[in-house]
C-alpha cells in the first residue's frame, strides 16, 4: 500500500486549503495518509490537520522553526518521512516547498518532480503526470525509485467533502539550525494588497488596457471584488504592473475560483500561470483571442466599456 506525506501548507498561523487537497488525493489512490506540520506553537492546528484527512500528524513544534529556512525543514521532512516509511512526499505549490523539496528528495536518495498534476500507482510503481516545453505537452513520468518527492501545481488536485482522518500525534524533535543560512525576518508585500497565491479571485489585466488609467480603472473592479490584482508580463515589462503581480510561466501560477482576464490575449506563457482556475471569465474586443479557448464564459467588447458596465452591475447585485 501507498504511503503519502503530505507536508501542511501553513501560512501566519492558518492551515492552507492545499493541504486537504493533497490528502484527499492522496486517499483516492488508496494510500495510507500522514501529514507533517513544520513552526512554532502550531498544536492548535491539530484538529485541522485530522479533519483534512490525515491517519497520523507529525508535529515539529519548535520556536526555531517559526520563520521558513529551507535546510532544517528540509530535515523535518526527512525524519517525518523516514518515520513513517512514506513512499511519496508531496508538497504544495509554494516557495517554500519548492525550495525544501529537492533537498529532501537528495537527503533520502528519492526521486524529484515538480509540479505534478496527477499520480498514479501502476504495477506498484510511481506515475507522474506535469507539463513540459512551456505546458505545450504533458509528461507522464515513470518513476524507477521507491521514493517520490514531489511539489503539486497550485490546483490540480481537489478536496473531497466529509473527508475525516484520525487523530495519531507523533512529535518530532527540533532539527539542528541552519547556520549557513539564517532567515531574521520575513517581509510580506508592503502594499497591503490581498496576495495572488491566496485569493479566491484573481483579475489580471493585459496589454489592452494601454496605459496606467487603464490599469486604474481595472484595478477599481478588483478592489470591488476583494480580489487579488494581476497582470501580464506585457503590462510588467511596460512599467505598470510590479513583477510580483505577473502571472505565468516566468510569473506566479493561480489556481482561484474565478480568474478574470481583462485584455490579454493568451499567450501560451501566461495560460501556464492561470489554466488551472477553476472558472475563466475573458473580456476581450478580439473574439478570435486565444484567451477564448479556454475561458469558460467571454465577453467579446472593449474593456473601457465593459469594466464600468460590470462594476455597475456588481455594485446593484450588492446593494
Ligand atoms: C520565455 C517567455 C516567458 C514569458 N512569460 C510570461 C508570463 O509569465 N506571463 C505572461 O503573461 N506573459 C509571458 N510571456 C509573454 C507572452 O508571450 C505574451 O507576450 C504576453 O502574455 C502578452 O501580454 P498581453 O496578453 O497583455 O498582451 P497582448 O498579447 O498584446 O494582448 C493584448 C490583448 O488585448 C486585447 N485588447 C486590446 N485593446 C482592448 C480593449 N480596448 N478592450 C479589450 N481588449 C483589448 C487585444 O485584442 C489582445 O488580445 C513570456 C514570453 C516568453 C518568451
Known amino acids: 500500500m501507498a504511503k503519502v506525506l503530505v507536508i501542511a501548507d501553513i501560512k501566519l498561523g492558518v492551515l492552507k486549503s492545499?493541504?486537504?487537497?493533497?490528502?484527499?488525493?492522496?486517499?483516492a489512490i488508496g494510500a495510507?495518509?500522514?501529514?507533517?506540520?513544520?513552526?512554532?506553537?502550531i498544536e492548535s492546528l491539530i484538529p485541522d490537520l485530522v479533519n483534512a484527512g490525515s491517519d497520523t500528524q507529525y508535529i515539529a513544534d519548535d520556536p526555531g522553526l517559526e520563520l521558513f529556512s529551507a535546510?532544517?525543514?528540509?530535515?523535518?521532512?526527512?525524519d517525518a518521512a523516514n518515520q513513517f516509511n512514506a513512499n511519496l512526499i508531496w508538497f504544495g505549490f509554494s516557495e517554500s516547498g519548492k525550495a525544501a523539496a529537492p533537498r529532501v528528495a537528495a537527503q533520502l536518495s528519492a526521486a524529484c518532480a515538480t509540479e505534478i498534476t496527477d499520480v498514479e500507482i501502476e504495477g506498484g510503481k510511481i506515475k507522474v503526470t506535469r507539463p513540459a516545453i512551456a505546458n505545450k505537452v504533458m509528461q507522464k513520468i515513470l518513476v524507477n525509485t521507491e521514493q517520490l518527492v514531489a511539489v503539486v501545481r497550485a490546483g490540480a488536485?481537489?478536496?473531497k467533502e466529509g473527508i475525516k482522518g484520525t487523530q495519531n500525534i507523533v512529535k518530532l524533535a527540533a532539527p539542528e539550525p541552519d547556520l549557513k543560512a539564517v532567515i531574521k525576518e520575513l517581509v510580506s508585500d508592503a502594499s497591503g494588497e490581498i496576495d495572488?497565491?491566496?485569493?479566491?479571485?484573481?483579475?489580471?489585466?493585459?496589454r489592452g488596457a494601454r496605459d496606467q488609467a487603464g490599469v486604474d480603472l481595472v484595478k477599481e473592479l478588483a478592489s470591488d471584488l476583494k480580489a487579488g490584482f494581476g497582470s501580464s508580463r506585457a503590462m510588467v515589462d511596460g512599467g505598470f504592473m510590479a513583477h510580483n503581480k505577473q502571472v505565468g510561466q516566468t510569473g506566479k501560477i493561480v489556481a482561484p475560483t474565478l480568474y478574470i482576464a481583462i485584455g490579454i490575449s493568451g499567450a501560451i506563457q501566461h495560460l501556464a500561470g492561470m489554466n488551472g482556475s477553476k472558472v475563466i471569465l475573458a473580456v476581450n474586443k478580439d473574439p478570435e483571442a486565444p484567451i477564448?479557448?479556454?475561458a469558460d464564459y467571454?465577453?467579446?467588447?472593449?474593456?473601457?466599456?465593459?469594466?464600468?458596465i460590470l462594476r455597475e452591475q456588481i455594485k446593484k447585485i450588492k446593494s
Do not use: Q, W
Request: proline fraction near 4%.
Open 18 to 27: 492545499s493541504t486537504a487537497e493533497l490528502l484527499s488525493k492522496a486517499r
Open 32 to 41: 495510507e495518509t500522514a501529514v507533517l506540520a513544520i513552526g512554532s506553537d
Open 71 to 78: 535546510g532544517p525543514y528540509a530535515s523535518c521532512v526527512v
Open 157 to 159: 488536485f481537489e478536496a
Open 196 to 206: 495572488l497565491a491566496d485569493a479566491d479571485v484573481v483579475i489580471s489585466v493585459g
Open 292 to 294: 477564448f479557448n479556454v
Open 298 to 308: 467571454g465577453i467579446v467588447g472593449d474593456l473601457f466599456e465593459v469594466v464600468p
